[in-house]
């Protein structure tokens, strides 16, 4: 879960600190990292993670917001508990989980089938493993 | 320099082990050598000080200390060693036991000043704690002014305060004398503070040699803050889970969702990690 395929395009870096930038079917995704392990470079495939606390989402987005990931995503299914809510989302061939406050799902009139901007900051975005 | 490439058999507790090791250290490094118990550190400092029959070859500032099975005597290697117990003379006082390695009153004196032991220089061992009964020992395997000093877990048997500080001290007398010195340690803190190289033997065999950052930081991905722990419990609060994971002497709770506490099972050795981004530092 979670788990998204990307490439490397490019990786600005100031000493240790690295913000590395894929791209995933043409939507740019940003990492922000302390040092890198040598064998992530430009095109190096990755499979990226987040937790599914670290994805806020939002419907109709319009303005701009500094969420570095903003990940145009369908809602497949909706598990509503008390107090928080458990969203599957379709990102290109990806199923994304966010999980959110039932009454943010309630107020957003969040639904199956819906259009949601997937939020990720860049430092809530990592790197689960390289792949070759 | 060192130059070492070894072999011995070892008979040990898991049956018949061959420690092998083909190094070089360089003058003045600070080595730590760390691995499980019975994977060959202490036979590897006591193979270098010239305590344990050796095949295979030790050359130290191009001078030869073992080659074509002829092996320089202990007395002719010029090494200060430390154990971890801290083997003083009972009956000399601590000046004496520095003087008794070598009558050098200025450097003894020297390095009674740098550890703080300056007023206790007329003081009897038994009279002494754990930490000075070490700092004298570090002290007198300085006396000979060595070409390596080796250090067996030589702080293990201390409390955690006394050991940061002979740590520092340790530190300073490395900068100070710039030893060629390896140290047997398990500790993460103590050879990140200390070394600028570790090498891990593992059963008989090196298996990592880096340096500390590279070797010690468990990181898998781009997760710098990682540990090992145990789950001992996991429970479905609403649509979330709170697993409670041992780490060390200490319990954690951490939220999963469903699908991430799907496959996890009581008792499983796991991961947790997590962005250095992430956790927040206060003091105590």
């Known amino acids: ?132 | 320099m060192i130059k070492l490439n070894i072999n011995k058999t070892l008979h040990g507790a898991e049956g018949v082990m061959n420690l092998h090791a083909n190094l070089n250290i360089k003058k003045g490094e600070f080595v730590a050598l760390s691995g499980k118990s019975g994977s060959g550190k202490t036979t590897l400092l006591r193979i270098l000080a010239g305590l344990e029959e050796v095949k295979g070859s030790i050359k130290v500032d191009e001078q030869a200390w073992l080659e074509n099975d002829k092996s320089l005597p202990v007395q002719k290697r010029e090494i200060g060693f430390v154990f971890q117990d801290y083997a003083l003379f009972e009956n000399m006082t601590v000046e004496k036991n520095l003087l008794f390695v070598k009558n050098d009153k200025k450097l003894a004196q020297h390095l009674l000043e740098l550890t703080e032991l300056d007023s206790l220089k007329n003081r009897y061992p038994n009279s002494l704690s754990g930490g000075q009964k070490q700092r004298v020992s570090i002290c007198r395997a300085l006396m000979k002014k060595p070409k390596i000093l080796l250090l067996d877990e030589p702080l293990s048997a201390l409390d955690p305060t006394m050991r940061s500080k002979l740590q520092n001290e340790l530190l300073s007398l490395h900068k100070e004398f710039h030893t060629t010195t390896i140290m047997v340690s398990h500790d993460p803190s103590e050879i990140y503070r200390l070394a600028n190289r570790i090498i891990v033997l593992q059963n008989g065999k090196v298996i990592n040699d880096g340096s500390p950052k590279d070797v010690l930081l468990k990181t898998q991905g781009s997760q710098k803050f990682s540990f090992e722990g145990e789950l001992l419990d996991i429970k479905k609060i609403d649509v979330i889970y709170v697993a409670i994971v041992a780490i060390g002497q200490q319990l954690v709770e951490v939220v999963v969702s469903s699908s991430e506490a799907k496959n996890l099972l009581l008792g499983d050795k796991v991961n947790l990690s997590t962005k250095a981004f992430v956790p927040m530092i206060t003091q105590n």
């Open chain 1, 1 to 132: 879960m979670n788990n998204i395929i990307a490439y490397v395009q490019n990786i600005q870096s100031l000493q240790n600190l690295n913000i590395v930038n894929f791209t995933c079917k043409g939507t740019p995704l940003k990492m922000m990292s302390l040092d890198l392990n040598n064998n992530i470079q430009k095109d190096t495939k990755v499979m990226l993670t987040c937790k599914p606390m670290a994805i806020a989402l939002a419907k109709n987005l319009q303005g701009e917001v500094s969420y570095a990931n903003r990940l145009h995503a369908n809602i497949l299914f909706i598990e509503s508990g008390e107090l928080l809510s458990a969203l599957k989302l379709q990102f290109e061939e990806f199923i994304l989980e966010s999980i959110i406050t039932t009454d943010s799902c309630k107020r957003m009139h969040l639904q199956t089938g819906d259009k949601v901007t997937a939020l990720i900051k860049s430092s809530d975005l990592s790197i689960k493993k390289v792949l070759v």
